[in-house]
């Protein structure tokens, strides 16, 4: 969590094709919604597959800090033991939630309709993230908030307890901020509405529902089109459960872009989510011509699942529909990649929201990929990437190094146009991989030796 050691640069070079079966691990959005429900529900609930990442770390070490007790235990399964709705404990320190944003905003859900108040910090990169998407619904519901000025972190958040339900319509396509007023629901009494005019991920209703949460999912006509409109009720008995994490689709994302680009390869992503609020970054990469099919398609812990083959293919430029971007949200840096060796023009649009995530992800993606020799104009909202058919980048010069931007999905995305290049790339920290995928570099060792 602390990356304030020295940075660990490292050069990310072609090695090989990559083979044999992998297995990613668990999904982050998902691990983060076990612990805060496991830690909200009176009884133990056990989680195999959770996340060992620090964001689901910081996750944890907050839960605990309101009172839940977590353990892992020796086989690898977490054990919580949750207080109860509305029984949440005054943490006696700032809660410190390292570089995620997705533990800063649904926590300052929670505690804003509990009696308790929270001091919230965070790295470099979280400090500069937009709060007041958050602060705006949860200030409604009758929470304060002493936050820096243009609403960022360092911020002194109090709850409040009776909190007031409110309808609230999504101003962003953000779960982060649907899940932060549905959390803040379920310690509210009367009905908490949250409508959602373009679907995102939807961990939050399925979870809430599976801990035994009464909450109701509509499609209703607004200004243009359908909506989805989610009704919570408080206050909430939380039931404890027995999960299983699958697969994150995210951390899949940067194996199957690997596979694609890598001459020769034929890889086995094993127990891969597929939500379709999710997966969309397979489809897309299909559209491109990709090899990537599916075995075994399956359900583990609610959530449909299969094993993914993908085989090195020629891709094509594509014009990304803006409609798929919240279903791969986090997957544009290493599409990006894949751009920049398929064969023409892709066009993506419709991403402001990556200008807002650990680092501004367009400028970040834009300067690395054109310092790694791709083609590359940045806009407003979106990348337009002039692949090289097929031919590797060339990688970066002698001395020159990616700024990863305290960004693990950009470090990630830049490791695998290492694979991809005549020279390598080069990145300036590795440190940040670790926040949601800490065997990123093993398993790439692993794919490429067998
Ligand atoms: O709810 C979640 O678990 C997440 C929502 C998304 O953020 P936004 O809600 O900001 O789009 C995503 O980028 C993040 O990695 C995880
Ligand atoms: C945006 C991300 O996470 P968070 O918002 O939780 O920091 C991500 O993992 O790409």
């Given at each position: 969590m602390n990356h304030s050691n020295p940075p660990s640069p490292k050069r990310f070079a072609s090695a090989g094709p990559l083979t044999g079966q992998i297995a990613v691990p668990g999904d982050k959005s998902i691990?983060?919604?076990?612990?805060?429900?496991?830690?909200?529900?009176?009884?133990?609930?056990?989680?195999?597959?959770?996340l060992e990442g620090e964001d689901v770390l910081a996750t944890a070490a907050a839960m605990r800090a309101m009172g839940a007790t977590i353990a892992r235990e020796n086989d690898g399964t977490w054990s919580i033991h949750g207080v109860g709705v509305g029984s949440l404990l005054q943490p006696n320190q700032a809660l410190a939630m390292g570089n995620s944003g997705t533990s800063t905003r649904l926590l300052m859900g929670l505690v804003a309709s509990h009696p308790i108040s929270a001091m919230f910090t965070g790295d470099a990169s979280l400090s500069g993230r937009p709060m007041g998407r958050v602060i705006t619904p949860l200030s409604e519901m009758g929470a304060s908030f002493e936050a820096s000025q243009g609403g960022t972190l360092p911020l002194m958040l109090r709850g409040i307890s009776p909190a007031v339900p409110i309808t609230y319509r999504l101003p962003v396509a953000s779960a982060q901020v649907k899940s932060a007023?549905?959390?803040?629901?379920?310690?509210?009494?009367?009905?908490?509405?949250?409508?959602?005019?373009?679907?995102?991920?939807?961990?939050?209703?399925?979870?809430?529902?599976?801990f035994g949460a009464k909450l109701e999912v509509g499609e209703e006509k607004g200004a243009n089109g359908l909506e989805r409109v989610i009704r919570i009720h408080g206050e909430a008995d939380l039931q404890p459960q027995t999960i299983t994490v699958p697969g994150d689709p995210s951390s899949a994302a940067f194996f199957t872009v690997a596979a694609l680009l890598v001459p020769g390869s034929d890889l086995?992503?094993?127990?891969?989510?597929?939500?379709?609020?999710?997966?969309?970054?397979?489809?897309?990469?299909?559209d491109m011509g990709g090899s990537i099919e599916e075995l075994d398609r399956r359900e583990v812990g609610g959530?449909?699942?299969?094993?993914?083959?993908?085989?090195?293919?020629?891709?094509?430029?594509?014009?990304?529909?803006?409609?798929?971007?919240?279903?791969?949200?986090?997957?544009?840096?290493?599409?990006?990649?894949?751009?920049?060796?398929?064969?023409?023009?892709?066009?993506?649009?419709?991403?402001?929201e990556l200008r807002v995530k650990e680092s501004d992800r367009l400028a970040a993606m834009a300067s690395a990929l054109i310092l790694a020799g791709a083609?590359?104009?940045?806009?407003?909202?979106?990348?337009?990437?002039?692949?090289?058919?097929?031919?590797?980048?060339?990688?970066?010069?002698?001395?020159?190094?990616?700024?990863?931007?305290?960004?693990?999905?950009?470090?990630?995305?830049?490791?695998?146009?290492?694979?991809?290049?005549?020279?390598?790339?080069?990145?300036d920290d590795t440190a940040p991989i670790a926040t949601s995928f800490p065997t990123f570099e093993a398993l790439l060792d692993s794919a490429s030796a067998q």
């Open positions: 691990s983060h919604r076990s612990l805060m429900l496991g830690a909200l529900a009176v009884g133990e609930t056990r989680v195999t597959g959770l007023v549905l959390l803040a629901g379920l310690n509210t009494a009367g009905i908490s509405t949250v409508i959602e005019p373009v679907p995102t991920r939807d961990h939050s209703e399925r979870m809430l529902r599976g086995i992503i094993q127990n891969v989510g597929l939500n379709p609020t999710r997966a969309a970054l397979f489809d897309v990469l299909r959530e449909p699942v299969a094993d993914l083959r993908v085989q090195h293919s020629a891709l094509t430029g594509i014009e990304v529909d803006p409609a798929v971007v919240p279903a791969m949200v986090d997957e544009f840096p290493i599409l990006f990649v894949a751009a920049s060796l398929a064969q023409g023009t892709t066009v993506t649009r419709g991403l402001e083609k590359v104009e940045e806009y407003g909202d979106g990348l337009v990437i002039q692949g090289t058919g097929g031919d590797p980048l060339p990688g970066t010069a002698d001395g020159t190094a990616i700024a990863t931007h305290l960004d693990h999905r950009i470090a990630m995305s830049m490791a695998v146009a290492g694979l991809a290049s005549e020279n390598g790339v080069k990145i």
